[in-house]
């Protein structure tokens, strides 16, 4: 079975311009989450998609930052103009069920490594 | 808020070493605590979790016990492995509905032979 697959998995590119990266969940996953670190600090959630609806996007930075996921199959992240602080790895991680705290496990990608320069 | 503290990296151990790196949080209600494990190269990996307190969650020879009373999670391997190198993340499930993790900074491991 296919894990949760991440593109493009490195990108560099200049401020002030777009990235979309995309995501491919384990099939029959309904939750689909996008983390991102940034050098040297935390990993931090960005967003839940259940299915095509957004569940909790408390974590997204600011409106440069939108997320997809039409048909509730594959997710896209876009940053549209990229800052140099959003340098970092996005992660992509999918679950069956979105109850973390009963058991349930959280699949990542191997995440999309950003360069802004 | 609820958080996660890790011990500062990097480790560096010799081969069949033991390893402890510790793990604190803070959170409301009652979590559930993970370790996650990044090999260079690839992606996170689920090591072991544990849901309830006194719980020890165990896999590949590591284990962590989910300590209440000292908010605590540490991460411990009797003898490490060269294959062990790798960066180790604490995690909690940060939210009421538990739908969402925090992390801990991450603490990378590098054994020697």
């Known amino acids: 079975e296919a894990g949760v697959t991440q593109f493009p998995s490195h990108s560099v590119i200049e401020k002030g311009q777009t990235v979309t990266l995309r995501c491919d969940p384990i099939?029959?996953?309904?939750?689909l989450y996008w983390y991102r670190r940034v050098m040297g600090k935390e990993i931090k959630f960005l967003l839940h998609f259940v299915k095509e609806s957004k569940q909790d996007e408390s974590g997204m930075p600011n409106n440069r930052f939108l997320a997809e996921r039409t048909g509730g199959t594959y997710s896209t992240l876009k940053v549209q103009p990229a800052e140099l602080e959003d340098s970092g790895v996005y992660f992509c991680?999918?679950?069956?069920?979105?109850?973390?705290?009963?058991?349930?496990?959280?699949?990542f990608g191997e995440g999309s490594w950003l360069t802004v320069v | 808020g609820n958080s996660v503290t890790q011990m500062e990296g990097p480790v560096t151990l010799s081969e069949e070493a033991f390893l402890t790196i510790n793990c604190t949080y803070t959170a409301t209600g009652y979590p559930s605590l993970f370790w996650y494990v990044q090999y260079p190269g690839e992606g996170l990996q689920l090591l072991l979790k544990?849901?309830?307190?006194?719980d020890k969650g165990s896999n590949k020879g590591f284990e962590a016990t989910y300590r209440k009373e000292t908010t605590s999670f540490h991460l411990e391997k009797g003898s490490v492995q060269v294959s062990d190198s790798a960066v180790y993340f604490c995690?909690?499930?940060?939210?009421?509905?538990?739908?969402?993790?925090?992390f801990g900074k991450g603490t990378t491991l590098s054994v020697s032979s």
């Open positions: 544990a849901t309830k307190a006194d």
């Open positions: 995690a909690l499930s940060a939210n009421q509905a538990g739908t969402a993790l925090i």
């Open positions: 991680a999918s679950s069956q069920y979105a109850q973390l705290n009963s058991g349930n496990t959280i699949y």
């Open positions: 099939s029959g996953h309904d939750n």
